[in-house]
């Protein structure tokens, strides 16, 4: 008799315990957005290679030209991007003037350059192969090769720890941005990772505010938005 006792003690925890564990996974699925990769890595700061606050990639050549493209911060916040590039060869750049469009859906960014010049050539393989913006971010994943006009504007890029300490001040902007009003003017934690950058691809889940608040505050040329103080 106390056998059976025992055993039917067991089966109503372990009942009990089934039911918890059930509810349990039906919340985490009601609050955890589908649209939302659940990995990310840390953002790519190669040796060598300059960074400009509004968020493109430089790399100087001895001859004095420069090949440039979208840095992995703003393109890990996107998923598969429709890419538009705004300019063609021997155009001339103005600091500040757009180059490339990032559409998502029906929302975009622009990415404007960070210095003047002409422009001597064009990444036409990137609106082919926005997958470029992945593992070949650095080699081919560039978007224009320019000629400078003002050598000055060179001193306002970053290199090295600069780099470092500007994105992970940028990682704390784009935190404060995603923990406000989100998706449905509603707060998005899920977006965030303790310690750690938002998750790949967040910004799909936002609205349209957060999207041109990112792009009027993270991608403006001025040297007073996004550089280390």
């Known amino acids: 008799m106390t056998v059976l006792f025992v055993i039917a003690t067991i ?23 589908a649209t ?14 300059f960074f400009a606050p509004s968020h493109i990639w430089l790399n100087l050549f001895p001859s004095g030209k420069i090949r440039l493209g979208i840095d992995d911060f703003i393109s890990r916040l996107l998923m598969r991007p429709e890419i538009v ?10 600091k500040g003037e757009p180059l490339i469009l990032l559409k998502e859906g029906k929302h975009h960014l622009t990415i404007r350059s960070p210095l003047e010049g002409d422009i001597l ?3 036409d393989e990137l609106p082919v192969n926005p997958d470029l913006l992945g ?20 001193k306002g890029l970053l290199l090295g720890n ?9 990682f704390q902007r784009l935190r404060d941005l995603f923990a ?15 310690g750690g950058p938002p998750i790949a691809g967040a910004l799909v ?22 550089m280390i103080q």
């Open 121 to 123: 050539a064009v990444n």
């Open 180 to 194: 406000g009003l989100g998706r449905n003017n509603v707060m998005e934690p899920v977006l965030l990772q303790d």
């Open 205 to 226: 889940a936002m609205d349209d505010a957060v999207w041109q608040q990112l792009d009027r505050e993270f991608l403006s040329v001025e040297e007073s938005k996004g």
């Open 85 to 94: 590039m705004l300019k063609k060869v021997n155009d001339r750049v103005k």
């Open 162 to 170: 600069e780099s470092r300490a500007w994105i992970g001040q940028e």
């Open 36 to 49: 939302v990769p659940a990995q990310s890595n840390p953002i790519r700061l190669p040796a060598g290679i």
């Open 135 to 154: 593992d070949r971010l650095f080699t081919d994943g560039w978007g224009y090769i320019m000629k400078p006009r003002r050598p000055a504007d060179v």
């Open 11 to 33: 089966i109503t925890f372990l009942t009990i315990d089934w039911f918890v564990q059930r509810r349990k996974e039906r919340l985490a699925a009601k609050i955890a957005p």
